[in-house]
Structure formats: C-alpha cells, structure tokens
C-alpha cells in the first residue's frame, strides 16, 4: 500500500468518527481538513465532492464492520453460536462514541434520494440477507425449529440492535445491553430446535 492509500484510508477513519458525531450531513472536507491538517485542495483531490466523501465514508465503514464484526462471526460454528459471536461484535460497534454510522444514515438520509441513500439502502439489505442467511443455515443444521422463518427471525434479530442503538445513545439507558441480550434470548428461544 503506497503512502497516498495510506493517507486516504486515515482521512477515511477519521471522517467516520466526525460522521458518527454529526452525521454524513454534517461531514464536509473543510472539517475534515481541520481534524486531519491536510490541505483542503488535497483532500479535495481524494474526493471531489462532498457526496463521493460521504459515499466512501460508508464503503469504508461498511469494510471496517465487516473486518470487525462480520469476519469474526464467520469463524464462529454455524447456527447460534455464530449469531451470538456476530450480536456481541455489533454491540461493541454499536458502543462506539456516536453510535452505529449505518443507524445514524439511515435516519439522516431515508427521504433524501440519491447515490448517498441508494447506498445506505444496498448496505442495509446486505446485512438483513447475511442475518437472514445465518438463520437459514441454522434451520438447515438443525439448530432451530424447521418452521422458522428467517427473514423473521433477521427483523427481530435486527429490531433488537436498533432498540439497543436508541436506548443506549438516546437514552443513555443503563440496562440497554442487558435488555437486548435478555431479548436476544428470548428470540433463541423461540426458534431453537
């Protein structure tokens, strides 16, 4: 990785801790500047524009989760344990300062069309399929009750990290993680084989 790559991938990390506390809005490349003591015409350069900043923002977020969160839960065995290693991970992302970047541009962009949102939108199916997918393969292993739907099990399963995300950031609710965790207990228990 040359030092240009380098460079972009650190004004990346740090435009998605300014993102997380002011939103994908509120991120321009004068702050970035700021925060970063690039030039402006510099940062510029990487960009071209605020929404193609705010667009690589969320691939790169998305790249961050995956390596963080994801990867992680992939190693673990399949069915429940695997859903378990993945909740944790996001629980951790989600204690981030800020919160979850993906929750906060989903509020911030779901009645602006455009590339931004588009992209908000393909990363928010993408990771209902992954957790519906981890359900399925749990129904298909045995590990839960063969009459489970796992686009439902995905909903409850995300349902439960967006509560979290509210009572814990909005909140500032003190027993947020021992509810999500005693409600991703009673979801196991009701489609565990």
Known sequence: ?????????????????????VGLGGLTIGTLAERTALSKSGLFGHFKSKESLQLQVLQHARAR??????????????????????????????????GCLFVTAAAEFHHQPGAVRDEVVRGERDMCDMVATMFRAGVADGAFRQDTDPDQAAYGFNGILLAFHQAF???EDERAEPRARQALEDLFDRVRA
């Open 169 to 171: 950031h909005l909140l």
């Open 1 to 21: 990785m040359g030092k240009g790559e380098e460079t972009r991938l650190a004004v990346l990390d740090e435009a998605a801790r300014v993102a997380r506390a």
């Open 65 to 98: 989760f995956v390596d963080l969160v994801v990867r992680p839960a992939l190693a673990a065995p399949r069915g429940e344990p695997r859903l378990r290693v993945l909740f944790d991970g996001w629980l951790r992302w989600e204690g981030a300062p800020g």
